[in-house]
C-alpha cells in the first residue's frame, strides 16, 4: 500500500500557503483603514495582490507534491525546494509590508544602497519563487509513482516548467526597465480596476500575470481533460492549450514592449 503521510515538502507549502493568506487578512484590514498612496494606489495594494499570487503558487505546488509517490513526496529534494519558496516568499512579502507601511516602493527603488541591495534581493528570491514550479513540474514527470495520469502528468510538466520560463523572461524584462510601462502613464491615465493595468501605454504585468498563471491554468485543463476525454484527446487538448497559451503569453509581451495598451492587444 502506498504511503499515504503527507513529507515535509507538502506540509511546509502548505504552511506558507496559510501565511499568506494571513499576509493577505492583515494587509485588506490595513487597507480599509490606512488610506495612504504610493504614487495613485493605496500602500497596501501590492502587498495584497503578492499575498494572493503567492499563496496560489505555494498550494498549487501543495497539491502537486501530493500526489507524488512517497520516494519523491517525503524525500529531501523537494523538501528543500519547498523550504526555498516558502522562505523566499516570507522574505519578499516581509519587505514588500515594510516599504508599504513607510509608504515607499518596493520595486524599483534604488534610492539608497540598501534599497539597491533589497531590489536585488527580491529579485533573487522571486527567481528561487519560480524555479521552486520546475522543479515540482520535473519530479511528476520523472515519478512512476506519482497518481497523475499521462495526460495531467504533462499537464503539470508543461505548466510548470512552460510557466516558469515563461514568468522568467517578462519579470527580468520588467526589471531591466525599472518600470512595467513601455511608454509614459499620465498622471491619472486610466487603468485596470483591481490590477491597476495601464489603458494607456503598454503594460508587461500582463504578460507577466498569464506567465505565472500559467502554472495553473494548464494543469486545470489536463485534470477536467483527463477526467472528461479519453487519453489521446486527452493529451491533445493539453498540447494546444499549452500551445495557446504561450501563445497568448507572447503576444501580450511583443505588443506591450510594442507600447500597445490592454484594449489594443488583438
Given at each position: 500500500m502506498m504511503d499515504a503521510r503527507p513529507g515535509t515538502a507538502e506540509l511546509v507549502?502548505?504552511?506558507?500557503?496559510?501565511?499568506?493568506?494571513?499576509?493577505?487578512?492583515?494587509?485588506?484590514?490595513?487597507?480599509?483603514?490606512?488610506?495612504?498612496l504610493i504614487g495613485e494606489v493605496s500602500v497596501w495594494a501590492k502587498p495584497?495582490?503578492?499575498?494572493?499570487?503567492?499563496?496560489?503558487?505555494?498550494?498549487?505546488?501543495?497539491?502537486?507534491?501530493?500526489?507524488l509517490g512517497a520516494g519523491w513526496r517525503?524525500?529531501?529534494?523537494?523538501?528543500?525546494?519547498?523550504?526555498?519558496?516558502?522562505?523566499?516568499?516570507?522574505?519578499?512579502?516581509?519587505?514588500?509590508?515594510?516599504?508599504?507601511?513607510r509608504q515607499q516602493a518596493s520595486h524599483f527603488n534604488l534610492a539608497t544602497p540598501f534599497t539597491r541591495a533589497m531590489y536585488t534581493a527580491m529579485a533573487a528570491g522571486a527567481v528561487v519563487i519560480t524555479l521552486s514550479a520546475a522543479a515540482v513540474g520535473v519530479a511528476a514527470f520523472l515519478d512512476?509513482?506519482?497518481?497523475i495520469g499521462p495526460a495531467l502528468r504533462m499537464a503539470v510538466l508543461l505548466g510548470f516548467v512552460g510557466g516558469a520560463v515563461l514568468t522568467l523572461i517578462t519579470a527580468f524584462t520588467i526589471g531591466s526597465r525599472l518600470s512595467p510601462h513601455v511608454g509614459t502613464h499620465p498622471p491619472g491615465g486610466a487603468r485596470m480596476a483591481l490590477t491597476g493595468w495601464s489603458f494607456v501605454v503598454g503594460d508587461l504585468r500582463i504578460a507577466h500575470f498569464l506567465a505565472t498563471h500559467m502554472i495553473q491554468a494548464i494543469p486545470l485543463v489536463g485534470l477536467?481533460?483527463?477526467?472528461?476525454?479519453?487519453?489521446?484527446?486527452?493529451m491533445a487538448a493539453v498540447w494546444i492549450a499549452a500551445v495557446g497559451w504561450t501563445g497568448l503569453v507572447w503576444l501580450a509581451y511583443q505588443q506591450a514592449l510594442a507600447g500597445r495598451p490592454l484594449p489594443r492587444l488583438l
Open positions: 507549502l502548505w504552511t506558507g500557503a496559510l501565511v499568506m493568506a494571513l499576509m493577505l487578512a492583515l494587509a485588506a484590514v490595513l487597507w480599509t483603514i490606512d488610506k495612504r495584497m495582490k503578492f499575498a494572493v499570487s503567492l499563496a496560489v503558487h505555494m498550494a498549487t505546488l501543495a497539491l502537486v507534491v501530493g500526489l517525503t524525500g529531501s529534494l523537494l523538501a528543500l525546494v519547498a523550504a526555498a519558496c516558502a522562505l523566499a516568499s516570507l522574505g519578499e512579502m516581509i519587505w514588500i509590508i515594510v516599504q508599504a507601511a512512476r509513482e506519482a497518481e477536467i481533460a483527463a477526467r472528461s476525454l479519453p487519453p489521446p484527446a486527452a
